[in-house]
Nanobody, 122 residues
Framework: VQLQASGGGLVQAGGSLRLSCAASGRTVSNNAMGWFRQAPGKEREFVARIGWNGGGTSYADSVKGRFTISRDRAKDTVYLQMNSLRPEDTAVYYC????????????????WGRGTLVTVSS
């Protein structure tokens, strides 16, 4: 499977962006999916996850209440709606497919997308 992320860009603090990640090659409709991010000079960190059926969503504390993950199983696409963006949200955002139906942890990831850059200016 290949993952193509899009939707990144430059936005002012307080603004919004919607990231998309489309899978191709095989269906991922029975797999949990997630978003991670890596800021300059920092390690990659978990942002959000969603289970195979759209349930089981969870978020990093730093984005809770501002970001929303969703998916369209028919399109094999996962989304990340990001509102109230802050400069500290600046990072390369990666989508990922888990081998598990609900859990998304690094050791379960089977495929990583290439990443899309989000830059939030103050």
């Amino acid at each position: 499977v290949q993952l193509q992320a899009s939707g990144g860009g430059l936005v002012q603090a307080g603004g919004s962006l919607r990231l998309s990640c489309a899978a191709s090659g095989r269906t991922v409709s029975n797999n949990a999916m997630g978003w991670f991010r890596q800021a300059p000079g920092k390690e990659r960190e978990f942002v959000a996850r969603i289970g195979w059926n759209g349930g089981g969503t969870s978020y990093a504390d730093s984005v809770k209440g501002r970001f929303t993950i969703s998916r369209d199983r028919a399109k094999d696409t996962v989304y990340l709606q990001m509102n109230s963006l802050r400069p500290e949200d600046t990072a390369v955002y990666y989508c990922a497919v888990s081998r598990h139906a609900m859990a998304v942890v690094t050791s379960y990831i089977s495929t990583w997308g290439r990443g899309t850059l989000v830059t939030v200016s103050s």
